[in-house]
């Protein structure tokens, strides 16, 4: 339940903006601005921040087993009085949040098989009231498999309901009428718009040219029935291509009526020769209205997607006041390290974009965008002329390996193709911005998004050659199949033996945007790498996946980091005031309520192999002990 | 009357147990952030390490350098492992067995 406590008169957002107690959707607000007005947290008490309370699912595997390895990235929902969530294993747990008691679980009794990725995935479930409508099934939670089915259960009892699909469970997949390499993972929670749940799926871009092309469906909360599709991939190509998926969270308007979504780039990842023509929604932003699913608008971020630069976080709604007047824009962070301030009611930008020229490439059979679009502000977050350049450490480490393996490698900036020498890529697909996106604070008009710097080495293997080598098409490091191509695909960390990095620190930071100026406030390293236990120095940061969350207090709160801790940061100067240790990384954004009077802050510690390799089960309540 | 050195040096062997203790816990324990890691493990082996050469210092006739020098060494970087483990008890405890050692030796063995 979503309560209007009061108008807020920010300095940089000229509209109101509803305070809420509660954390209905998957990043707090359709908005996705992963922002809690909750303020009795506050930068001076942060340090007395206490467990509530702890629990563990039990659903984890390492994948030493019989099980695949989970990848846990949940931010739970808090409506309802209670805290949802899901799990890996495909279940549903609602929890007391005053004391973290289980309330109820249903299990959806789906296969634990990684049929689409490396491991078992969720992200979480989603939620929905029918506003004024008492009884069972008034208030559902939904929850999606890696076998393409939804689920939909009673918010108050965990039964599943009757009237949604068939006995509570739809099957997404039989929409799926291309072809079928692989059911249409749902493991990103549907992004629910008034009476409609907004669905995107995932599956395996890296491994093959032809497959399921990219569609969101628009489906009705309370039957299940579907209301519209909208593809991304034109009908003559798809015999040769597909995805242009959309496997993140997506935000939305319902005043404007459109939802946003960020759309992958199209299969294989990293290899185009198959679909030289234009595939204008592939690696876009693109409106859509949320009754009819007509696209309002649509920009493309990345012309020609060779680099895996899926757009990958939901934009984050903003207003912001430019020369006196109210702007509806969004924004829209990526891999590359670029962002890009939308209006979002037209799409056109906000500050200008140049299309750059960008290098050619070299691999036969392909032809690679000669231009691309570059926003001229706000300062990216990773420089797209240079990386980092070699590690004197990680070099004397490795007796000059990272420098001759550097030199060995091509380099022309950002969007350099991958080729058969192979290709340093920087930012890779591991980010720059990963799908955690930033949060906006409504109040003082500062955006906060962490940014991973990470440096991968692209190299295309001929077919004849890769057939040689021993690889594993399923994982998204290592060798990629890219079946129907005429190469492989390597991409790795640019490591050396030690498995140090190549490149100079810091490896990730955190910044802080004034969106309206379109200037840095503050960046600074963040976390700090962990290896055998050994804390290295903070200057040097870790590679982070998920995202933060920002609260009237002034504090924000993230986990992401290498190290498997959670802090606080003081907004206005990036400060570390408070950490905790937790199980595994917390690779998702923090959920940020009050319930009963007092301020909750939850996170997750499930753990993300491409980070490392540690699982975990772990949902974490913190908050301030009594006076 | 109490000759200072042993006094030290017995000084050195108990903070080198404590320190020891804190490794173990540290190395079974979530909340520490290190819990199942190689980082405990060498802190432990490094204040078994100081322990042992105070000890054999104070019995040993022979060797006593190699022991002192040793066991300065082990100390020193246990506290440095210590530090960069972020934890304090195993810092704290491999600090003041560095200190114990340190005076013990030079205030050599008589009243």
Known sequence: ?627 | MTHPRPVFLSATVVAALVGLGFSVWSYGAPMTGIDDTAGPILTALGHAGIALCAVLFLVMARGRAAWAGLGLLAALLTSVAGFMLMQPGITLSALVALGTLLIGLLLGDTA
């Open chain 1, 1 to 627: 339940m979503i309560r209007l406590i009061a108008t807020l008169a920010a300095t940089a957002a000229a509209l109101p903006v509803l305070a809420q107690d509660d954390w209905t959707a998957f990043h707090g607000d359709l908005a996705a601005r992963k922002y809690a007005p909750a303020d009795q947290i506050t930068p001076e008490n942060v340090g007395r921040l206490q467990r509530a309370w702890e629990y563990h699912t039990g659903d984890l595997s390492d994948g030493s087993g019989d099980l695949p390895p989970t990848v846990w990235s949940a931010t739970p929902v808090y409506a309802n009085d209670t805290l949802y969530f899901g799990t890996p294993f495909y279940r549903i747990i609602a929890l007391d949040p005053a004391t973290g008691s289980e309330k109820w679980s249903y299990d959806s009794q789906t296969r634990l098989e990684a049929l689409t990725q490396p491991a078992l995935k969720n992200r979480g479930v989603a939620y929905w009231e029918d506003e004024g409508a008492e009884g069972a099934c008034a208030r559902m939670v939904y929850l999606g498999t890696m076998t393409a089915t939804l689920h939909a259960v009673d918010a108050d009892t965990g039964e599943p309901c009757a009237g949604f699909a068939d006995n509570g469970i739809l099957d997404v997949n039989r929409w799926n009428t291309t072809n079928d390499r692989w059911p249409l993972s749902l493991l990103q929670p549907p992004t629910v718009v008034e009476d409609t749940l907004v669905i995107g799926w995932a599956g395996k871009d890296w491994a093959m040219s032809e497959a399921p092309p990219g569609t969101v469906f628009g489906v009705d909360a309370r039957t299940g029935e579907r209301k519209w599709t909208v593809e991304f991939i034109p009908d003559e190509i798809r015999p040769r291509t597909g995805t242009a998926n959309v496997w993140t969270a997506m935000s939305a308007d319902p005043e404007l009526g459109l939802v946003y979504i960020p759309v992958s780039s199209p299969s294989p990842n990293f290899w185009g020769g198959n679909r030289t023509e234009d595939i204008p929604l592939a690696t876009s932003v693109t409106a859509v209205d949320v009754e009819t699913g007509e696209i309002a608008w649509s920009r493309q971020l990345v012309h020609h997607d060779i680099w895996d630069y899926d757009t990958n976080a939901a934009p984050t709604l903003v207003d912001l006041d430019r020369d006196g007047e109210t702007v509806h824009a969004l924004v829209q962070t990526t891999k590359q390290g670029l962002l890009y301030v939308l209006d979002r009611e037209t799409g056109e930008p906000i500050f200008d974009w140049e299309d750059r020229e960008v290098p050619a490439s070299d691999a036969e059979g392909e032809q690679a965008a000669p231009t691309q679009p570059f926003p001229t502000a706000p300062p990216p977050t990773n420089d797209p002329e240079a990386w980092p350049g070699v590690w004197w450490l990680a070099d004397l480490v490795s007796f000059g390996s990272c420098s001759r393996r550097a030199e060995a490698m091509r380099y022309d900036g950002l969007y350099t193709p991958p080729s058969v020498e192979g290709t340093i890529t920087y930012p890779a697909t591991a980010g720059g911005m990963q799908w955690g996106g930033g949060s906006f604070d409504p109040e003082t008009g500062l955006y906060y998004v962490n940014a991973s710097r990470v440096v991968q080495e692209y190299r295309l293997i001929p077919r004849e050659e890769y057939e040689d080598i021993t690889g594993d098409s399923g994982a998204e490091q290592g060798y990629s199949e890219m079946e129907g191509a005429p190469y492989g695909f390597y991409l790795m960390n640019f490591n050396n033996w030690a498995g140090m990095p190549c490149w100079k620190p810091p490896f990730g930071t955190m910044t802080a945007y004034d969106l309206a100026a379109a200037e840095k406030v503050w960046e600074k390293p963040f976390g700090q790498i962990q290896r055998y236990g050994f804390y290295m120095p903070k200057s040097w940061g870790t590679p982070t996946i998920g995202g933060p969350v920002t609260t009237g207090g002034g504090v924000i709160f993230i986990g992401a980091s290498i190290d498997a801790r959670v802090r606080a940061l003081d907004a206005g100067t990036g400060e570390e005031l408070w950490w905790d240790n937790v199980m595994a990384p917390s690779v998702s954004n923090p959920a940020v309520f009050v319930h009963e009077g007092e301020q909750y802050v939850v996170f997750v510690a499930g753990g993300n192999s491409i980070l490392k390799p540690e699982v975990g089960d772990q949902i974490v309540a913190y908050k301030l002990p009594p006076e």
